[in-house]
């Protein structure tokens, strides 16, 4: 059984921080198709199209037929942990400083084996399903886990290393003047959260959620403005020494599109919010965040972008805030780049229309900030780098995948 991690004591300054370690990042062009799909959170292996074979480990041919037509298809993860060891030493840096780590085979229904960590509740021969989660290098690998659920499952260590969990963690959510953010606060806090700080611009001008952010325990209001950069460094220099998790859900949102608009001001005050203000977040934040990636039970691991699903299709009602939503995720895909090397994940989470005062007249279904906030910490719990918010999004998604160009039409003709 698991014991339960304890909450991290005061860090000591005299000691030297460690530095962030990868595991092997090297993958064939094949087996990329394994860290697609954890960046979903995913189980899926490549099927051949022609004989319907399984395989494992990823590969270019079909191991029965030399069929080249092998698809990722999302795959039943039930089977039964048929050997196991413990690495106790290792060359790699990485592992060594993990050690002891827990490995071994398991043997899946669907008729493949495959090696896999494994988690400190699963007993040799039996029952256990895989999950597909990306690692510290930002790729995907598999993990055995119980058949059911066992206490204090989350806190096992090297389930931990490859998720993003809120526990203990102190989290940085940009802007308090949101809708959403008194759920987002309460989520991340009952997810274990140790503290929330929350950025509050324009702290003399009054808004509905600040008495019920200022009631939290727990929650922590400081000025932040993301269109300035002195206050996003001065933040920076206060507490980016402690953020874990920043999780980005400022936004300035206006309806209209290109020629509906008389001039460029809205555009430019969605660029400045939405896509300039991530840039000097992550130049303020990033650095300390980074170096941070080995800090032990309390280490940087997540940044998070809240970002519009129309960012990957614009809808012509809201083409400049679309646009600017569009320059934010090409952004935020630098910046996991970036971030990558001190084992910080960079995750957008998507979400549709959301319930608010300048979506009054979108049709639904729309988002509702409670069902954001669940969302966004069961996308950290995974680990994942793609989070999909809302039946729009999802939709959305799945027809992206299909089709990219009948989605752009059918988006710009007033289609969902």
């Known amino acids: ?20 370690l990868s595991p092997p990042a090297a ?15 995913r189980f899926a292996l490549q099927h051949c199209a022609e004989c319907g074979a399984v395989q494992y480990p990823p590969r270019d041919a079909c191991h029965g037929c030399l069929s080249t037509d092998l698809r990722w298809r999302d795959t039943d993860p039930a089977g039964t942990l048929i050997a196991e060891t413990t690495v106790r030493t290792s060359p790699n840096l990485y592992f060594r400083r993990a050690a002891p780590w827990r490995t ?18 699963c007993e040799k021969g039996g029952r256990v399903r895989l999950i597909n989660r990306l690692d510290r290098a930002g790729q995907g690998v598999l993990m055995a886990l119980p058949e059911g659920e066992t206490p204090n499952m989350a806190d096992d260590p090297e389930l931990r290393e490859l998720t993003c969990d809120p526990k ?6 940009t802007d308090a003047r949101q809708a959403n953010a008194p759920a987002l606060a309460k989520a991340l806090l009952d997810a274990g959260a140790s503290v929330v700080f929350v950025g509050e611009a324009e702290t003399w001008r009054p808004y509905p959620q600040r008495e ?21 460094v001065e933040l920076a220099g206060e507490i980016g020494g402690k953020v874990d998790i920043l999780v980005n859900n400022a936004r300035f949102v206006r309806p209209g599109g290109i020629l509906s608009r008389g001039d460029v001001g809205f555009a430019q005050r969605e660029m400045d919010v939405n896509a300039f203000g991530l840039m000097r977040l992550a130049q303020a934040f990033g650095p300390g965040m980074r170096a941070r990636g080995a800090d032990g039970v309390n ?11 129309h960012a990957l299709a614009s809808d012509p009602a809201y083409g400049g805030f679309n646009a600017s939503q569009a320059a934010a995720l090409s952004a935020a895909q ?14 957008t989470l998507f979400v549709g229309p959301t319930e608010d005062d300048w979506h009054q007249d979108v049709p639904p279904p729309k988002v509702l900030p409670k069902a954001l906030a669940r969302s966004l910490v069961q996308g950290l719990r995974d680990g994942t780098e793609e989070i999909w918010c809302g039946d729009v999004a999802q939709d959305l998604r799945d027809r992206l995948r299909q089709d990219p160009k009948v989605v752009e039409r059918q988006v710009s003709e007033g289609g969902a």
Do not use: C, F, Y
């Open 168 to 173: 203990h963690r102190r989290v940085l959510l």
């Open 104 to 121: 071994g085979t398991v043997r899946l229904d669907v008729g493949v084996s495959v090696v896999a960590h494994v988690h400190g509740d």
């Open 334 to 347: 630098t910046l996991r780049a970036e971030l990558r090397p001190g084992g910080v994940r960079v995750a």
């Open 212 to 232: 019920t952010l200022a009631a939290m325990e727990g929650v922590q209001l400081l000025p932040l403005d993301v269109t300035d950069t002195s206050s996003v």
């Open 27 to 41: 993958r064939s062009r094949a087996a990329l198709g394994l860290s697609a799909a954890a960046a979903e959170a």
């Open 299 to 309: 280490n940087a691991v997540a940044w998070v972008n809240i970002l519009s699903v």
């Open 1 to 20: 059984m698991t014991d339960p991690i304890a909450p991290p004591p005061k860090k000591n300054p005299q000691k030297p921080q460690a530095v962030p």
